[in-house]
Every structure is written in C-alpha cells, then in structure tokens.
C-alpha cells in the first residue's frame, strides 16, 4: 500500500515539475539569429486546455549569414567581398574623412552581415577603432571599442488572458516597451474597454546594447488583435504607419491616462454620486491610484491651470479654433506647465487626485467641439497625413530584410481570426 501510494506521488511530481517547464519557456524571448527555436502557438489546443502550447517553428538558414575575415597582406574590400559573393557597397570604397572602411590595414576584422541575400551590415573592427555600415539608412559610424554598441532584434508574442500589461510582460517585454506599444495603438484601442480574453500581439523589437547593458529598445514592427480586428505598425522615420501609409497618430487620444478603469461615463442624466441629484455628466472619468500622469490627448495650449469650483485643480487646452479638453481633479500640476504653454500630444500635464467635488481618485476628462460637450468615447477623430507613393515605398523597402519574420506573425494571427469566426 505504502508502495502505491509513493508510485502516485513520483507521478504527481513528475507531471508538475512538466507543467511547470512549459510555463517557465513558453513565453521566452528570442533573438532574430535564434528564430529557429521560436515557438508557434496551437491555438485549438490553447483555447481548449487554456494553456499556452507550442510548435517549432523553422526559418531559412539564408535569412542570417554572417561571415568574418581577418584581413591580410595585400588584401582589400574588393577581394575579401568576393569570398562572400557579394561587391562591396559603393559607400565603403569612397575616399572620405568619414569612410574609416577605406584604409585596411593588417589584422583587421572585417564582419560582413548578410541578410536575405542582401548585404545588411559591414563592420570593421581592431584595437583602436570600431567601424559599422549599415544598409537602411546607407551610413557609416565611427566610435571606439570601450563604446562599441551591439544591436540585436527580438521578436515577442502571446495570447491576453486577462490583462494586457501582465500578458506583454510575460511575453518577456520591458515595462518601457509595453507602455510604448500601448502608445502606438492608444488612437484605436482603448486599453480599458477594448481589450478582451484571447486577443493577442507580436511585435519585433530592436534592442541596443553597449557591455551588455541595455541602452534602448524600438518597436520595429507590431501586430495586434483585438477583437475581430488586426492592426499592424511599421516605424518609418521616428513614426508609425499601417501597410497603406496611413499613419496611426490620430488628432486626439482616445484617454488622458494610461492603463485605467472607466468609473463613470457621459450621462446627461447621471444621478450625482455626493449631491444625490440628476445632473448631466458631461465628461468620462478615469479612475487611477493618486499621482497617475495625466496626458495631454491632442496638441494645444493651456488656457486655464487653477481650482475652478467643483472640478478642484483644473487645465484646459485650447486645440486649435475648434476643440477644447478639460482635465480635472488633480492631485497637482506638471512643474512646468503655465497658462500661454504650448504642449505635445501625450506630454505630462499633471496627476491623478481628488480635489473638488470627488469620491476618490480619478480624472475628469471632458471633450468639446466649438464649446458644445461631446462624448469623447464616440468622436471620430482625423486621421494624420498619409505617406505619399515614394515614402511608402521606402517605408516597405525598409522593412524588406524581415519580411519572414512578419509573414509568420500575420499568418499566425490571420489564423487567430479565422477561427473565431468559424
């Protein structure tokens, strides 16, 4: 009997320490030279088990190549590019100040990145200098070996379960990266009301590193379902745009904060929570933990910062002739912000509290077109200017070395789509 029973728990044991394993990888993080390992989601058997399953997934060896030369005597770009099959960018056989590839001299390094079959990035190294050209933007740096930057791609995806904060964290995603990706998407989603169990993400980030240290991340490319909708994202010059040259930067956010919960909406006939009377609410309220930033939604400038009655520590923007937001409840202001100030979209006006009239904290965002009050959770907002044909081109170009990479991830959530339609 004693035997039996110690049989069971090795079985137990087992299956928990498989259970566990599957949880602790699942979601790991991967390098674009590691992508052979990334794994795809079952999504059947995810939606059955509510666990998070895996295939392999394979890509083509040729998507990475990297070869690297020691040079030698009498060697130079011409000769050592032949071995590679390749003709050396014509920036790099230029005599210039700034062409460092121009002089070789012995025992150079000289590392040739091949990506797709195209020639990605040419970098010279020895104990002195540290050279690096680079194909998208067809330029070339300089710096020293102590402040040589290593530039890697990585490529996360998961499913929501409950939280889309806690699901990109999961994913392996930085606090800074996932509040960066909200950003791209906050003009048509709203993080709040939008999300639902079983939408997903992936994006391909690029992440800059010097002596192993982190230095800074960009999003690349990224996908999104939410919904029955998938929206993607490529950055083309400090900017995002959809597949058409639609750029993703709308007039105005869809909220002031980020990651909040909508305590009250507009209601011309809400029955007042402290005065317990019908009076219109004209405005949404977004309720935060005190001291939450609160965000400018559109461009404009600041023509009130003060208490005004009920609303406690008040500011309204003045967006061109025609809109006007308001921001109330505060807890305080931004240190610099001043009546006459010109702020940005999304740029910090002042945090979340509860002075005047209110049960707890929360701002008080209202929206107004030409002075009437809107319901700033139905207003359609402008889109911005779209990118004409040769930007476009260049935008797709661009992107074209990881063109593997995003084909899968729209595949995969292509799929994700269908089946819930089905």
């Known amino acids: 009997m004693n035997f039996s029973r110690l049989k069971h728990k090795k079985i137990f044991i087992s299956l928990f320490v498989i259970f566990l394993a599957i949880y602790l990888y699942s979601n790991k993080s991967y390098s674009l030279y590691e992508l052979k390992y990334v794994e795809k989601l079952d999504l059947q058997r995810d939606i059955q088990s509510k666990y998070f399953y895996a295939k392999k997934f394979s890509i083509d060896e ?26 050396p960018p014509k920036k790099l056989l230029k005599k210039s100040k700034d062409n460092c590839f121009y002089y070789l001299k012995i025992k150079d390094e000289i590392i040739i990145n091949i990506i797709d079959n195209e020639i990605n990035e040419v970098i010279k190294k020895n104990k002195r200098d540290f050279c690096i050209y680079t194909r998208k933007d067809n330029n070339i740096k300089k710096s020293t070996p102590t402040s040589e930057i290593e530039t890697k791609q990585f490529v996360f995806f998961n499913i929501i379960s409950s939280s889309f904060y806690n699901s990109a964290l999961d994913a392996g995603m930085s606090a800074n990266e996932v509040m960066s990706l909200a950003d791209i998407y906050g003009w048509d989603i709203d993080f709040s009301m939008d999300i639902r169990s079983g939408d997903s993400f992936g994006v391909v980030i690029e992440r800059s590193f010097s002596k192993k240290k982190l230095l800074k991340s960009e999003i690349k490319y990224s996908i999104f379902k939410n919904k029955k909708r998938i929206l993607e994202a490529y950055r083309y010059q400090d900017k995002y745009f959809d597949i058409k040259g639609n750029p993703m930067r709308k007039q105005f956010l869809r909220a002031p904060i980020d990651f909040y919960r909508i305590s009250s909406k ?18 949404t309220d977004y309720a935060a933990p005190k001291g939450t930033p609160i965000y400018s939604t559109g461009d404009g400038t600041v023509i009130h910062k003060g ?6 520590k008040t500011v309204i923007i003045k967006h061109g ?24 979209q999304k740029e910090i006006i002042g945090y979340v509290g509860s002075t005047g009239y209110s049960t707890g904290p929360h701002v008080h965002y209202e929206f107004r077109v030409r002075g009437v009050h ?45 089946y819930e339609k089905k």
């Open 374 to 418: 809107k319901n700033s959770l139905k207003v359609k907002f402008k889109k911005g200017k779209k990118l004409n044909q040769k930007n476009l081109k260049k935008m797709i170009g661009h992107h074209a070395s990881n063109d593997n990479i995003y084909l899968w991830l729209k595949k995969n959530y292509s799929y994700i789509a269908s």
């Open 307 to 312: 208490r005004k009655g009920g609303y406690g």
């Open 62 to 87: 040729t998507l990475k190549n990297e070869k690297k030369f020691i040079v030698k005597k009498n060697q130079n770009l011409i000769s050592i590019f032949k071995a590679v099959d390749k003709y």
């Open 321 to 344: 002739n025609i809109y006007t937001t308001l921001y109330a409840h505060m807890s305080k202001y931004h240190k610099k912000l001043y009546v006459g100030k010109k702020v940005k």
């Open 266 to 283: 507009f209601n011309k006939k809400r029955l007042h929570p402290i005065f317990k009377t019908v009076r219109p609410h004209l405005g």
